[in-house]
C-alpha cells in the first residue's frame, strides 16, 4: 500500500505489522499473536485519530490518492451488460471521458465518468483523467441519447479539471464544456453524479449539474485546485494549504452549504483500504437516488433540479455576514450627485413659484 506523507506513523505500525505476520509462531518462545493484536489496535486507533481531524490539504491528498477506486472498478463491479460508446461524432474518442449503456439493480442506465487509469499506461492513454472538448461532446451526446429514450444517467466525477491544451482551446474547449453542462440542467430524466475522488473546476460541473450530487467522504470538489487559486491570489503555489482551507473544498463544508446533497462515509483510512466496502455504500446511495425520481414525471424531474440550482446561495450562503452587502451597492460618482442637486433644486425652485402664484391669484 502507498502511504500519504501525513502517514508516516501508520506506516510504520503497519510495517511491524506484517513483519510480524511473516515469523513462524514454532519458532519463537513469545506469543507473537498477542503482540500483533496489540500493533493492530494501536495503528487502527492512530489512524481514526489522524483520519478525524484532516485539514482540507491533507483531505485533497487523500482524494488524489492513485489507489482509490477509479471509475472503471465501478463499471466492472456495479454494473451489468456495459455497452461502451464511443466518439463525439465531430472530431474523435477522448479516453479521460467513458460513457456508455448499462443495467444496474433492474434500472436500465447511461454511465458516463472521467477515468484517470490504475497505472502509468493507461494514465497516459486517459490523459490522468482530463478530458478535451471531444470528451465533453461525447458526454453531450450521450446524455441527450439518454433523455431520448428516458434512461436515467449516472455520472462518476474525478478528474484535476479539463485538459488546458492549446489543441484542446483551438477546438472550443469552454464551449463544449458549456454545452454539456447546459444538457445536463436541460435533459428531463434524473442524473446523480458521484465525485468518486477530485472534481476540479469546469471539467467536473460539466458532469455534476446534476439533480443529485454525491460526494464520498474524503473526495475533493471546487472551481479550481488548491495550488492553482494559490498561485493566482497569491502568486506563490506553496499557499496551498491557506487556499485549501479557505474554498471550502470538502465534502462536509459543501453539504453545509447546500452545494452537494449526500456524502458516502469511506472506510477508515480512505476508499482505498477497502475497496468492497465503499463499492458497496455507492451502489446504495445510486439504488435509494433511483428510487426516489421513479415515480416523477419528466417535467416535475426538471424542475426539481432547477429549483436545487436556484436555492443554492439564497440563505447564508458563502458570505460571513450576509446582513452586510455594502461591497454590492452602487457607489455614485460626483457628476451623478452634482445632476442630483441641480435636479432637486430646479424642482424646488418649481414648486416655489408655482406656491407664489398660487398666493397672488388669491389675493
Not at 282 to 296: D, G, P, Q, R, T
Not at 299 to 310: D, P, V, Y
Request: net charge neutral; hydrophobic share 40%.
Amino acid at each position: 500500500m502507498q502511504y500519504l506523507d501525513f502517514e508516516k506513523n501508520i506506516a510504520e505500525l503497519e510495517s511491524k505489522v506484517n513483519d510480524l505476520k511473516q515469523l513462524d509462531p514454532s519458532e519463537n518462545e513469545i506469543s507473537i499473536g498477542d503482540n500483533i493484536k496489540q500493533l493492530e489496535e494501536k495503528a487502527s486507533k492512530a489512524l481514526e485519530k489522524l483520519y478525524s481531524t484532516l485539514s482540507p490539504w491533507q483531505k485533497t491528498k487523500v482524494a488524489r490518492h492513485p489507489e482509490r477506486p477509479h471509475f472503471r472498478d465501478y463499471i466492472d463491479n456495479l454494473f451489468d451488460d456495459f455497452i461502451e460508446l464511443s466518439g463525439d461524432r465531430k472530431y474523435s474518442n477522448d479516453h479521460a471521458i467513458i460513457g456508455g449503456l448499462a443495467k444496474f439493480n433492474g434500472f436500465n442506465v447511461m454511465i458516463i465518468g472521467h477515468e484517470k487509469g490504475a497505472n502509468t499506461s493507461e494514465r497516459i492513454k486517459h490523459n490522468f483523467g482530463m478530458a478535451g472538448p471531444e470528451g465533453y461532446r461525447k458526454a453531450e451526446r450521450l446524455m441527450k441519447l439518454a433523455d431520448r429514450f428516458n434512461l436515467p444517467i449516472i455520472t462518476f466525477v474525478d478528474t484535476a479539471g479539463a485538459y488546458p491544451g492549446i489543441g484542446a482551446e483551438e477546438r472550443g474547449q469552454s464551449e463544449a464544456i458549456a454545452r454539456c453542462t447546459q444538457t445536463c440542467l436541460n435533459v428531463t430524466v434524473p442524473i446523480i453524479s458521484i465525485i468518486i475522488g477530485e472534481g476540479g473546476s469546469g471539467g467536473a460541473i460539466a458532469l455534476a449539474s446534476s439533480s443529485k450530487v454525491i460526494m464520498l467522504e474524503n473526495a475533493i470538489y471546487s472551481v479550481i485546485s488548491p495550488e492553482g487559486c494559490a498561485t493566482i491570489l497569491w502568486r506563490d503555489p506553496k499557499k496551498m494549504l491557506d487556499a485549501a482551507k479557505a474554498m471550502k473544498l470538502s465534502a462536509k463544508d459543501l453539504l453545509k452549504l447546500k452545494v452537494i446533497d449526500e456524502i458516502i462515509l469511506e472506510p477508515l483510512g480512505g476508499a482505498h483500504r477497502d475497496r468492497n466496502l465503499i463499492l458497496n455504500s455507492v451502489a446504495e446511495s445510486i439504488s435509494k437516488n433511483l428510487e426516489s425520481f421513479k415515480e416523477m414525471l419528466p417535467e416535475e424531474i426538471f424542475n426539481h433540479r432547477k429549483n436545487k440550482f436556484l436555492k443554492i446561495g439564497r440563505g447564508k450562503g458563502f458570505m460571513t455576514n450576509p446582513e452586510d452587502l455594502s461591497s454590492l451597492k452602487i457607489q455614485e460618482n460626483k457628476f451623478d450627485k452634482i445632476l442630483k442637486l441641480k435636479k432637486n433644486f430646479i424642482v424646488g425652485i418649481g414648486i416655489t413659484l408655482i406656491l407664489l402664484a398660487s398666493l397672488i391669484y388669491i389675493l
